[in-house]
Antibody, heavy 122, light 113 residues
Framework: EVQLVESGGGLVQPGGSLRLSCVAS????????MNWVRQAPGKGLEWVSS????????YYADSVKGRFTISRDNSKNTLYLQMYTLRVEDTAIYFC???????????????WGQGTRVSVSS | DIVMTQSPDSLAVSLGERATINCKSS????????????LGWYQQKPGQPPKLLIY???TRESGVPDRFNGGGSGTDFTLTISSLQAEDVAVYYC?????????FGGGTKVEIK
């Protein structure tokens, strides 16, 4: 079964840091670009970041550029999102998502994890 | 950035009736070299992650019922549920994956009338 499982969320004070992880199983992780998408409470979906299958290409939303870093360890089938200088407005559920076609960056997201909740509050 | 605008924000449809959701992009998401529209549709039910329904604007994802249909090209797209079922109550999002930043529409909430 193809599966993505996120972890690492929690409550953090403004200005703090967190690292999210997403462990993949059931497919050849190293062949697929991966993404982070977030959803603030009661709001819509916001793309956060994408990374190519090799990790050589990374892309960010302006709202997180310079504060978040996406990375992956293909030997561990794991995607990461390192978040620094967190703000109240970063409060959201963070989903990792796989693209639907291997060796391609820009594709629809066919598999999503259940998400991990990040709360930024003093 | 490509802005995705969905309409309506919500709609209530009787069981068995048609539901139509519109999505407009601020610039074309049609790739002229491969003639594909980089547009997807997702369904999200409460407490669940989004589920991919349609990609390339009109290709149904495996396992998605054939009452879900996507159409359109360039900048104007539609998602049609031909005969609404109770399990279709959800929020629906369009997304362009033509170029980063990838962007989603604001969502359309579908309810039973």
């Amino acid at each position: 079964e193809v599966q993505l499982v996120e972890s690492g969320g929690g409550l953090v004070q403004p200005g703090g840091s967190l690292r999210l992880s997403c462990v993949a199983s059931g497919f050849t992780f190293s062949n697929y670009a991966m993404n982070w998408v977030r959803q603030a409470p009661g709001k819509g979906l916001e793309w956060v970041s994408s990374i190519s299958s090799t990790g050589g290409g990374t892309y960010y939303a302006d709202s997180v550029k310079g504060r978040f870093t996406i990375s992956r360890d293909n030997s561990k089938n794991t995607l990461y999102l390192q978040m620094y200088t967190l703000r109240v407005e970063d409060t959201a559920i963070y989903f990792c998502a796989k693209v639907g076609e291997d060796n391609s960056s820009w594709r629809a997201f066919d598999i999503w994890g259940q998400g991990t909740r990040v709360s930024v509050s003093s | 950035d490509i802005v995705m605008t969905q309409s309506p924000d919500s709609l209530a449809v009787s069981l068995g009736e048609r539901a139509t959701i519109n999505c407009k992009s601020s610039q074309s998401v049609l790739n002229s070299s491969n003639k594909k529209n980089y547009l997807g549709w997702y369904q999200q039910k409460p407490g669940q992650p989004p589920k991919l329904l349609i990609y390339w604007a009109s290709t149904r994802e495996s396992g998605v019922p054939d009452r879900f249909n996507g159409g359109g090209s360039g900048t104007d797209f539609t998602l049609t549920i031909s005969s609404l079922q109770a399990e279709d109550v959800a929020v629906y999002y369009c997304q362009q994956y033509y170029s980063p930043p990838l962007t989603f529409g604001g969502g359309t909430k579908v309810e039973i009338k």
